[in-house]
């Protein structure tokens, strides 16, 4: 244990570095991941995993070797030409080159899934046709792989043949437009019809016989999601509006209206920022849905995160792009 200590000791400077420079990396990029834009912010992300790993592979070192210490081997080898520590240092630099390449292997998970890469310059179209405004084009991409991807290698993965089918609603294509139906079978809910009376030129054509369309599929999701915008249009950012709008679209405006008076009576709550102050706020039940594993609350909150945090990250170019 002393060796240990005596090891963590000499080595607290370059661990606590490496850590601190990783995590700042990776918090920093993917928190504000359109401050830095692409393709820097996945690279930036994945220099910071990088970072991370060794620090973690030196840890691990000092830990089972702490008796071992690095530059002293290197000294050793190529002043001394001894070969036992030339193969100590070797394998330590092997381990750390094994951490890099599984980092870079992992990286590849940011690329966009195959259909993605087919059906995203719609995306760019539709939104820059019908959404000028809107600058955060990858936040629309992250929102097609979170309704359609189960994996991303599903073959319904941004497929506009995406559908859920249950006795109680049935969502299609791109954004799983919705609707619901009562125990009798009549419809009470219906987003589609919805949207084709509202935009009955833009969407001439759609309907639930007949939805298959990319094209509409996709401006259907551009027009609903400006629309449902226009309600947040205070927000501090355009990236708070969307993080509203999402929590929104997943849990209905009324939802998002109560958590947003819960934080205004709430001291130091900013009712304009989602995350860390609405987010918290929410008064949503935090109680666990039976058949679900989650309660309303988790489901909105991992929702807006998953689309924004973790999955938009593969669209970020989808922002630099016009039609």
């Known amino acids: 244990m002393e060796q240990i200590l005596k090891s963590l000791k000499r080595g607290a400077l370059r661990l606590g570095i490496l850590f601190a420079l990783g995590t700042i990396l990776v918090f920093a990029t993917e928190t504000w991941p359109e401050f830095f834009g692409s393709p820097a912010s996945p690279l930036l992300r994945g220099f910071g995993l990088s970072i991370l790993g060794l620090a973690v592979a030196d840890l691990v070192l000092r830990i089972l070797q702490p008796h071992v210490d690095t530059a002293v081997l290197a ?42 890469v087919k059906y995203s310059p719609l995306l760019v179209t539709e939104s820059t ?126 939802t998002v209206s109560k958590s947003k008076n819960a934080c205004r009576a709430t001291k130091g709550c900013n009712s304009k920022v989602w995350f860390g102050n609405v987010e918290l706020a929410s008064t949503q039940s935090k109680t666990v849905i039976p058949g679900y594993g989650q309660s309303p609350y988790q489901i909105t909150t991992i929702y807006v995160r998953n689309v924004e945090q973790v999955r938009r990250v593969r669209y970020l170019s989808l922002d630099k792009q016009t039609a």
């Open 75 to 116: 000294d050793d080898a190529l002043v001394n030409k001894n070969v036992a520590s030339g193969i100590v240092y070797f394998g330590r630099c092997f381990l750390a080159g094994v951490i890099l390449f599984l980092i870079a292997t992992a990286s590849r998970a940011e690329v966009m899934p195959p259909n993605a």
């Open 129 to 254: 046709n019908y959404w000028p405004s809107m600058k955060l084009k990858s936040l629309l991409g992250a929102q097609v792989e979170q309704e359609t991807c189960t994996s991303l290698k599903s073959k319904y993965c941004w497929s506009p043949l995406a559908r859920l089918s249950t006795s109680r609603e049935e969502g299609t294509g791109f954004s799983q437009i919705t609707r619901t139906f009562r125990a009798d079978g009549s419809v009470r809910f219906d987003s589609m019809a919805d949207m084709v009376n509202k935009y009955p030129k833009d969407l001439k054509g759609l309907s639930w016989s007949n939805w298959q369309d990319p094209q509409l599929q996709m401006r259907t999701l551009v027009l609903m999601m400006r629309d449902n915008a226009k309600a947040y249009i205070d927000s501090a950012t355009q990236l708070d509006q969307m993080s509203f709008t999402f929590a929104a679209y997943n849990s209905g405006p009324g």
